[in-house]
């Protein structure tokens, strides 16, 4: 027995005002056609362009090997720069804020070796507890490489008892209470595990008065909600491209620093060859000229083929609009979070996102109770072609991403975990 409306998810789809743009992707086939994808917001789909995109770099790189650094159909040289203004209108950005480089983790690490700079009485760090493992290591090694006990140093934002997601107002009041021991605050814009979008501008603006910098990681937001982080103006932030952003596995990350910190002399970098002003780059001296924009915290030449995926990827982004998109996220997500309500909750299932959708990005979080989320995953995926990720033994992730689920796909999650 299957729940009702399936026509209705049919007539929701036929007339949505931002039409799908799956005719765009490659979606993994089914025994029954093709798979409901929700897992996006691990991987995101392969753009159907990339295929050719790439072909292009590698046969300039068979035809013209190193001259394909100048005289390629990209110029390998300039690759960087054909993505900073897609990358730019895509986070709310100038153009001289972001670059796209090297992966999250990375960025992470080098944003922060200029952005947290400890004082005698201000050295703490303040995530979420539910952070990301990668960012708790992240800020751990880099309180200890300044010398100071990890354990101490960092803080971990707890949601009140009895709750499971964080409140803009207990940030806040932790920055103003503790504000003059914290140095750095870095939180995920949108949180992987319970996908909960937080209240960037409010947060950054409240930490920056109370002298805290402010980093957003922005995996899980960066090609699922719209941002402005130059006029929320945010510090410092970093994304990955292989989640929302379609770019393929381990894909080349971006990051953003804020205008006012491009030309400050003062703050330490990590220095490379690509950090220095490109109109100099190749005369080969031992010191470095400076160049004022995100670039200065390049380091290497990037990888060609790890960014060709992302300019095709962007250029989706681009011809849709990411506001224009959030519409149609919005209602995706309003839709399958209405038929989880109506036919999966009572079931045992609870959901762990905020309802508020402007506190959500695309993703639903299930927390399963006394099941096992993998084993959910594994039947949604063997007896029904839902692809969902499990995350620790009780919560599954659910994201129908608006550039290429359907109300359909939707349809077929809450059909499948209606039988479980
Ligand atoms: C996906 C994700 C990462 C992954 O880091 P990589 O360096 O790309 O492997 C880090 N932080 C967050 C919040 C993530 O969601």
Redesign the pocket.
Known sequence: MSIPGRDDATARENSDAVPTRRHDFLIPPHARGEVAYMAGNSLGLQPRAVADDLAIELNDWATLAVEAHLEGTHPWVDFHEFLRAPLSRLVGAREAEVVAMN????NLHLLMASFYQPTATRHRIVIEDS??P??SYAVRSHAEFRGYNADEAIVRLRPREGETTLRTEDVIDLVTREGESIALIML?GVN?LTGQLMDIPTITASAQSAGVRVGW?L??AAGNVPLQLHDWNVDFAAW?S??YLNSGP?AV?GAFVHERHLADQSISRLSGWWSNDPSNRFEMLPTLTPVFSADAWQLSNPPILGLAPVLTSLAIFDSVGISTLRERSLRLTSYLNQLLDAHVIDRGFTVLTPSDPAARGSQLSLDVGKRDARSITRALRHDHGVIADARGEHVIRLAPVPLYCTYDDCWRVADALATM
């Not at 992966?103 to 990375?106: G, I, K, P, Q, R």
């Open positions: 992966s999250l983790t990375v952070s990301f990668s960012d995920g992987y990681d995996a899980h990955c292989y989640k381990g990350a």
